[in-house]
């Protein structure tokens, strides 16, 4: 009797008869001739130049004032004082003194900023506990080891909030007064609820819950940051509602940064009283600064920042300029290519001939 054939031999692994599987599917292949791809190329650089020319007008009608008040005014001697690690907890206060030439119109943004300050080393932001900022029980009386080293005070107390983050958290203040034509001082009103991300706010900060406990008692056991002057149930002595994992500043500080200059919300101004309705008027301001952030150890500078926004965003020309440079190149290859196609492929022979 003959051998029956099995089904390994070479007709058995054959792909099936199909369109998808011979390649067979009916496809489009472009043929790209200098009439279709060049008046493509100058087309996308008439475009780019367009939205460079408007979005650059855009960033050009915000307002902004930058005051770099590291050593300037009276805070020259909050600077050096500073330099001390053994003056952390004294207090000092400093005034700097500015002009505003042209009214800002519109809602006014109130931002610190610190330069040379690297937020975005893996190990300063792996240094934090996300169980204990969300309120977890557990994590607030035996906080993570990526804290480490801060995790446990001298005395052995576990710290809240723990981790690098929240120790270096940035902790001058600010009040801005206006000084009119008339002599009279009015101070400037500032929002300071309500500046951070909403998702942050409700869904990753959040007080540990204990029934029939206050917040005092319910962080009772915990110890303060080491460089914070106050603990985290007493951040803001104004507003109880403020304190804790949930304070405003303590949120905006724990979204890192991604570059070494940055600049985060401090408040934005409340137009709900005159002369203030319109924006800032015209004038002399001073800003009261309690001066507590020591930068000599990273040679970095500190600023206010005052500015106006639009839908784009504030005074940055990167996107502008990029749009722009990006027109001029795909100009300048429509051109060269033009040229190229004019002296050797117009009569439609063949360039190497």
Same mark, same amino acid.
């Given at each position: ?36 791809? $060049? !008046?493509?190329?100058?087309?996308? &650089? #008439? ?9 650059? %007008? /855009? ?97 052995? $107390? !576990?710290?809240?909030?723990?981790? &690098? #983050? ?9 009040? %801005? /007064? ?176």
């Amino acid at each position: 009797m003959g051998k029956v054939k099995g089904n390994s031999g070479p007709l058995a692994r054959r792909p099936d008869n199909s369109a998808f599987k011979q390649q067979r599917l009916p496809a489009w292949s472009p043929m790209l001739t200098a009439n279709t791809v $060049l !008046p493509f190329f100058y087309f996308m &650089a #008439v475009i780019c130049l367009v939205l460079g020319i408007w979005l650059l %007008l /855009t960033v050009q009608s915000t307002q902004e004032i930058k005051l770099d008040y590291t050593e300037a005014g009276t805070c020259d001697r909050c600077f050096e004082k500073r330099k001390n690690v053994s003056n952390a907890a004294e207090s000092c206060s400093c005034t700097v003194v500015f002009a505003v030439e042209k009214a800002f119109k519109g809602d006014v943004f109130f931002y610190y900023g610190l330069r040379n300050f690297h937020q975005n080393l893996r190990r300063y932001m792996d240094s934090r506990d996300d169980g204990q900022l969300v309120g977890r029980k557990t994590n607030l009386k035996s906080p993570s080891s990526y804290c480490e080293p801060f995790t446990n005070d001298e005395n052995g $107390l !576990p710290i809240a909030p723990c981790g &690098a #983050v929240a120790n270096s958290m940035f902790n001058d203040s600010f009040s %801005l /007064t206006y000084h009119g034509s008339s002599g009279g001082s009015t101070k400037v009103p500032l929002l300071r609820r309500g500046i951070t991300w909403y998702t942050d706010k409700n869904v990753k900060f959040r007080n540990p819950k204990i029934d029939n406990l206050t917040l005092t008692q319910v962080f009772e056991g915990t110890a303060k940051p080491l460089y914070w002057q106050k603990p985290v149930y007493e951040l803001d002595p104004l507003d109880p509602t403020n304190n804790g994992f949930i304070n405003d500043d303590l949120i905006v500080w724990m979204r890192e940064a991604a570059f070494p200059n940055f600049k985060k919300l401090y408040g934005v101004l409340y137009r709900a009283s005159k002369p203030f309705t319109n924006g800032l008027p015209t004038g002399n301001y001073s800003i009261e600064i309690s001066y507590n952030f020591p930068v000599q150890h990273f040679q970095g500078r500190k600023e206010v920042v005052l500015t106006t926004l639009t839908w784009f965003g504030g005074q940055n020309h990167f996107l502008p300029i990029a749009y722009l440079v990006t027109s001029g190149l795909i100009l300048l290859a429509a051109v060269v290519l033009t040229v190229i196609w004019w002296k050797f492929g117009k009569n439609g022979k063949n360039m190497m001939e």
